[in-house]
Every structure is written in structure tokens, then in C-alpha cells.
């Protein structure tokens, strides 16, 4: 049997279910009901710093944008 045909049935039978099994466990892991605050937290990073609101869109804009636009 040559080493090719012999690692194509490996790769189709044993490490397929071996892959099927990670990928179950990763999302089981990543759904489990301790994780929710890990990724809120995680969720709010960008936002951990911002005390004022947005400013305009105008205000935002250099001036030669404003002279642009009128």
C-alpha cells in the first residue's frame, strides 16, 4: 500500500471524526454558560475609556470640508 493511499484513508475516516470532535468541543466551550461575562467584557474593550458622547458630524470635519460641502 503506498504511503499516499494510506494517509487519504487516515485523512477520510479517524482524523475527519478527530476534526468533527474539536470543532464540537470549541463551540461547546465557547457557548458554556461561565463564558458569557469573559466576552462582554471582551465585547466592551473599544468602548472602555469613552466618557463624552460622539461629537457631530460637523464638528468633526476640518473647516475645509465645511467650505467644500457649502
Known amino acids: 500500500m503506498e504511503i499516499y493511499t494510506l ?8 482524523m475527519l471524526l478527530f476534526l468533527f470532535t474539536f ?3 470549541v463551540v461547546l466551550w465557547a457557548f458554556r454558560p ?6 462582554e467584557d471582551t465585547a466592551s474593550i473599544p468602548f472602555r475609556h469613552v466618557d463624552a458622547p460622539a461629537p457631530d458630524r ?9 467650505e467644500a460641502r457649502t
Request: charged letters at 25%.
Open 58 to 66: 460637523d464638528e468633526a470635519t476640518p473647516a475645509a470640508h465645511k
Open 7 to 14: 494517509l487519504r484513508e487516515f485523512a477520510d475516516s479517524w
Open 23 to 25: 470543532f464540537v468541543m
Open 34 to 39: 461561565g463564558s458569557t461575562k469573559t466576552y
